[in-house]
C-alpha cells in the first residue's frame, strides 16, 4: 500500500497537503522547508518544480518558481537534493510540475529518479487524458507512483468519474476555474463540493486553490477528506530567513 493510501486509511478527514517551492526561497531550502512543514502538522506534502510558464499558478507561485530558477534549480538538482529525505521526512510527497522539463528530462528517467528518493505520487495538470492512457500512465504505474487529476467546478460528471476512475491517491478538487492564490468565496462552490461528495467517488477529495487560513480549510474539509494550500505558505515565506519559525507561525492561522 502506498503512503498516500495508508494516510487516508489512517486519517479520513482534515487531511492538511501544502504546496512549496523547490529552491525556494533560498537554492538549499528545499529539504529544511519539508521538513518544517512535516514537524508543524502537514499530513502530504506537494513539492513544486519550478518552470517558466507555469499555466495553473497564479503571480505568487509564478514568482517563487522565476525566483528558484534564478537561484539555479533543475529538475536534476531537486533529485540530488531529495537524494536521503526519507532519512526525516516521512509524509508523503508529492511532485507537482509541468509536462515540458519533465519530457526534456526524460519521462521514464524521471519517474525512475522520482521513484527511487522516494517520491509517492505525481500532480502534471497538462498531461491529457489521451497520453495518459495510451503513453504515460504505464510508465508511472511502472515506477509504482499515484497519479493525481484535477476536476474544477465546469468538469462534467462523466468526465469526473473517468479522471477518478484514471487517478490514483486520490483527486484534486480545483475549487474555480482560475490559478491559484485568488481570493474565491469558497462557501459559493458548496453545490460542486457537494456533487462530489454524492457522487461516492473510488478515490478520496482534496480541495485546492483559495485555501489560505482556518475558515476556507475547515469550510473545504466539510466537504472533502482534505485541502491543499499553496499560494498563502509561499507569501508566509516571502523574505524570510527563518523557514522554521515562519512555517511555525503560518500554522498557527491554519490548525
Do not use: W
Request: with cysteine; hydrophobic share 40%; charged share 25%.
Amino acid at each position: 500500500m502506498s503512503r498516500i493510501s495508508k494516510l487516508f486509511e489512517r486519517k479520513q478527514k482534515d487531511i492538511l497537503n501544502i504546496y512549496c517551492t523547490a529552491g525556494y526561497p533560498h537554492l538549499h531550502s528545499t529539504v529544511t522547508v519539508m521538513k518544517s512543514l512535516q514537524d508543524n502538522g502537514a499530513d502530504m506534502i506537494e513539492l513544486g518544480m519550478p518552470y517558466s510558464d507555469p499555466l495553473a499558478d497564479g503571480p505568487v507561485i509564478q514568482a517563487s518558481s522565476a525566483k528558484a530558477i534564478a537561484n539555479g534549480m533543475t529538475i536534476n538538482k531537486i533529485f540530488e537534493q531529495l537524494k536521503d529525505f526519507r532519512k526525516e521526512i516521512n509524509v508523503p510527497v508529492l511532485l507537482m510540475g509541468y509536462m515540458n522539463p519533465v519530457l526534456q528530462f526524460g519521462f521514464e528517467k524521471f519517474c525512475a529518479a522520482a521513484k527511487s528518493v522516494g517520491i509517492d505520487g505525481l500532480i502534471l495538470p497538462d498531461l491529457p487524458i489521451y497520453e495518459f492512457e495510451t503513453e504515460y500512465g504505464s510508465i508511472i504505474k511502472k515506477y509504482g507512483l499515484d497519479f493525481i487529476f484535477l476536476v474544477t467546478p465546469e468538469t462534467s460528471a462523466e468526465r469526473i468519474k473517468k479522471l477518478d476512475e484514471l487517478s490514483s491517491g486520490f483527486l484534486y478538487a480545483v475549487s474555480s476555474s482560475s490559478t491559484t492564490g485568488k481570493d474565491k468565496n469558497m462557501l459559493g462552490q458548496s453545490d460542486y463540493f457537494k456533487k462530489l461528495k454524492d457522487m461516492k467517488l473510488k478515490n478520496p477529495v482534496l480541495v485546492g486553490f483559495g485555501i489560505r487560513d482556518r475558515q476556507t480549510f475547515r469550510t473545504a474539509c466539510e466537504y472533502a477528506n482534505g485541502a491543499i494550500i499553496g499560494t498563502a505558505f509561499i507569501k508566509a515565506l516571502e523574505n524570510k530567513d527563518d523557514v522554521e519559525k515562519s512555517t511555525e507561525i503560518f500554522f498557527k492561522t491554519i490548525l
